[in-house]
C-alpha cells in the first residue's frame, strides 16, 4: 500500500500562486502516474493534470497555460505549480497515484489539501 502525503495549500489573492506537493511512500512500488484532481464545494471530483512515466504531461483545459506538473522520481513526489490563480480554481486538490506491486496495478488517492483562492 502506497501512502500519500500532500502539502501546500492555502489561501490566496487572484492572480497569485501557490505550489502543491504530494510524496509518496511505501515498499516494493513503482510508480507509473501521478496526477491531481480537484473537487469544489457542491461539485463533482475534476481531473486536473497527469504526469506518466517517462514524464508526459496532461492538462484539462481549464488550466492549460496556467498550471505545471512535475515529479521528482527519486523522492516518489509529484508537483503542481499554480499561476495565476482563480476564484473558480478554489477547491479540494487530490493527489492520485498509479503504481505496481507485486506484478499488480493499484492506485491510491492522497487526504486533499485546500485551496482557496480570494477575489
Known amino acids: 500500500q502506497v501512502q500519500l502525503v500532500e502539502s501546500g495549500g492555502g489561501l490566496v489573492q487572484a492572480g497569485g500562486s501557490l505550489r502543491l506537493a504530494c510524496a509518496a511512500s511505501?515498499?516494493?512500488?513503482?510508480?507509473?502516474?501521478m496526477a491531481w484532481y480537484r473537487q469544489a464545494p457542491g461539485k463533482q471530483r475534476e481531473y486536473v493534470a497527469r504526469i506518466i512515466n517517462g514524464d508526459s504531461t496532461n492538462y484539462a483545459d481549464f488550466v492549460k497555460g496556467r498550471f505545471t506538473i512535475s515529479r521528482d522520481n527519486a523522492k516518489n513526489t509529484v508537483f503542481l505549480q499554480m499561476n495565476s490563480l482563480k476564484p473558480e480554481d478554489t477547491g479540494v486538490y487530490y493527489c492520485?497515484?498509479?503504481?505496481?506491486?507485486?506484478?499488480?496495478?493499484?492506485?491510491?488517492w492522497g487526504q486533499g489539501t485546500q485551496v482557496t483562492v480570494s477575489s
Open positions: 492520485n497515484v498509479g503504481y505496481y506491486s507485486s506484478s499488480r496495478y493499484f492506485t491510491s
Open positions: 511505501g515498499s516494493r512500488f513503482s510508480i507509473d502516474a
